[in-house]
């Protein structure tokens, strides 16, 4: 019986072994890659693409939920109260510009707030990493200064990010992308944007202030565009912010 007893204490401790070996040696699936291609469609057609479809598609919102959850403090007012960041994101491309693609990868999403152009946003996605690199950025008038309606008037680039990002290291897609938006005058207008700050926020709502050529702010210059068809000129200055 005592014999018995040790074969089959031997049995299952050989067992316990290969198990052990085997777990070892078996590689777990790697997770998938976050669902974001849907945005691809939306580049088409070109150059343009279809920005106020975008808007209007029912994953767009919660995409704006899931990747902007940082505080922010600019969009509102401590009395009042600031909006969530995926509604300031929202508001900031409620009247559509564009949707361009660039090197098969990214992803640049214009538009500009309803009834004050000025205040614009653009959402850039690299689709080339496994977890989707999203970020926003907001160009915003300096209320205290001139009015959008002349051309010393001042702005201050918002910049937020899913992912930290180093300042010292930015993205040369992004810089690329946010140099060629900001070379172009808001809907309705023929004056460039003058971006006199740029802040940098962590996602977890810390700013850092840099310097708004790092960014690419204002560091190219393009063939002056005319008004987009699809906006009438700003004839009422909205300045209240939602």
């Known amino acids: 019986m005592k014999t018995v007893l040790q074969l089959a204490a ?8 290969t198990t052990a ?7 777990k699936p790697a997770p998938p890659k976050s669902n974001v291609q849907w945005l691809w469609q939306y580049s088409t057609p070109a150059p343009n693409g279809r920005e106020n479809a975008l808007v209007l598609d029912q994953h767009f919102r919660p995409f704006l939920a899931q990747y902007f959850t940082a ?8 009395k009042t109260g600031y909006k969530p960041l995926a509604a300031t994101v929202l508001d900031f491309v ?3 510009d564009k949707v361009l693609a660039d090197d098969n990868r990214y992803l640049t999403i214009t538009g500009c707030v309803f009834r004050f152009c000025p205040d614009r946003g653009m959402i850039w996605v690299d689709l080339g990493q496994r977890e989707p690199q999203v970020i926003f950025a907001a160009i915003n008038w300096i209320q205290q200064d001139k ?10 680039l918002w910049v937020f990010s899913n992912q930290p990002l180093d300042p010292d290291h930015i993205p040369a897609a992004l810089v690329h992308s946010i140099a060629r938006w900001t070379a172009e005058p808001p809907s309705g207008s023929t004056i460039l944007q003058k971006i006199r700050n740029a802040i940098l926020v962590a996602p977890d709502g810390t ?12 560091t190219i210059t393009l063939p002056q565009t005319q008004p987009h068809p699809n906006t009438k000129p700003l004839t009422e200055q909205n300045t209240e912010q939602n």
């Open 71 to 78: 505080p922010q403090t600019f969009w509102g007012s401590a």
């Open 147 to 156: 009015p959008p309606s002349e051309p010393g008037a001042e702005y201050t």
């Open 21 to 27: 070996r085997a777990d070892l040696f078996h590689r």
């Open 10 to 17: 031997i049995v299952l401790i050989a067992a316990a072994g």
């Open 94 to 96: 409620s009247v559509p």
């Open 207 to 218: 700013p850092h202030p840099i310097p708004p050529a790092t960014l690419g702010a204002n």
